[in-house]
């Protein structure tokens, strides 16, 4: 069974950075990609970055500049560092996996921007 369980989320000031980690568990095969979606209230999930396994990352347009995908090692976890972060960044932060058989997802951390 693959789990994704993330951490690192909590409440960061307007301008201010924060680190996401993502821990990836269980059997899986043929990892392809992994990313970080983000559901802000009252609205839907999206995109936020996302890294293949064979390096090309995909950022919102609205985090590009900002935001860096990375992941330590095959097994190791992913990572989203979030700089000069602001208001419309404030969401429950998903990360996903993907494989041949299936996505996967963790069960999200909060970030809230707030002053």
């Known amino acids: 069974q693959v789990q994704l369980v993330e951490s690192g989320g909590g409440l960061v000031r307007p301008g201010g950075s924060l680190i996401l980690s993502c821990a990836l568990s269980?059997?899986?095969?043929?990892?392809?990609?992994m990313a970080w979606y983000r559901q802000a209230p009252g609205k839907q999930r999206e995109l936020g970055a996302a890294r293949t396994t064979g390096g090309a990352e995909t950022f919102a347009d609205s985090v590009k500049g900002r935001f860096r995908i990375s992941k330590d090692g095959a097994r190791g976890p992913l990572y989203l560092q979030m700089t000069n972060v602001n208001a419309d960044n404030t969401a429950v932060y998903y990360c996903?996996?993907?494989?041949?058989?299936?996505?996967?997802w963790g069960k999200g951390t909060q970030v809230t921007v707030a002053s």
């Open positions: 996903q996996a993907w494989e041949k058989r299936g996505t996967y």
């Open positions: 269980g059997s899986i095969y043929g990892l392809d990609g």
